[in-house]
């Protein structure tokens, strides 16, 4: 269970740390999809002095753009009171995930990915995150990629599209694909994804 997404990155600052030891003098460019895209920008606005750019993925800024005020204000309740009890796997899961559909199939088969519920106190503290650093778009100074699945249900391209207007990077793009879900590498058309990736990065770095 993750009750504290600043000290995820606290503990991978100290991976940065060791890779910016291991290779003097190269550019650090931190890219972050899904929960870890919400990982990455706590990352940046502790330590984005240290990066050269920032790149999101469809950022697990607000995950809970259809559930009722209601059940979160009561999910709130009840994880401060039962944080390890599960949250049941929405329509985001599974071949929720790509249009294609074998990124489903090895999304089931894949040992290294949690198959199991979230657990609540979790997903509190992921939507807790969440909302913190929303309210804190405007400390981001550092060149900005962020990209969503326009189709995306599992993370809401809202949280990106806030994030693009919040930040006060001067340099600053947003891409939402049309027709993609939360997988955006793992799409149809990745080639085409990654390619825009790397050209943004050579562009900068």
């Known amino acids: 269970m993750i009750d504290d997404f600043d000290r995820i990155a606290d503990d991978f600052h100290v991976l940065g740390l060791h890779a910016a030891m291991r290779h003097r003098g190269l550019p650090v460019a931190l890219i972050g999809h899904s929960m870890g895209g919400l990982i990455a920008l706590r990352y940046a606005l502790k330590y984005q002095d240290e990066l050269a750019v920032l790149v999101t993925s469809g950022p697990a800024l607000i995950i ?12 709130r309740v009840l994880a401060g009171r039962l944080p390890t ?10 071949c929720g995930l790509s249009t294609d559909r074998s990124i489903c199939e090895q999304f089931g088969i894949d040992h ?8 609540l106190g979790t997903a509190a503290s992921m939507v807790a995150a969440g ?32 994030l693009y207007e919040g930040a006060a990077s001067e340099d600053k793009t947003i ?15 990745r ?13 900068r770095i």
Do not use: C, Q, S
Not at 64 to 75: F, G, Y
């Open 64 to 75: 809970d753009e259809e559930t009722p005020p209601l059940a979160v204000k009561a999910a």
């Open 85 to 94: 009890a599960p949250v049941p796997r929405g329509k985001g899961h599974g």
């Open 112 to 119: 290294r990915t949690w198959h199991g519920d979230t657990r």
């Open 131 to 162: 909302e913190d650093t929303r309210n804190r778009f405007h400390e981001l100074r550092l060149p900005l990629l962020a990209m969503h699945g326009a189709a995306d249900t599992t993370t809401y391209p809202r949280g990106t599209r806030l």
């Open 175 to 189: 891409i939402l694909w049309e027709g993609l879900r939360h997988e955006i590498f793992n799409a149809p058309n």
């Open 191 to 203: 080639a085409e994804v990654i390619d825009t990736m790397r050209r943004w990065l050579n562009d």
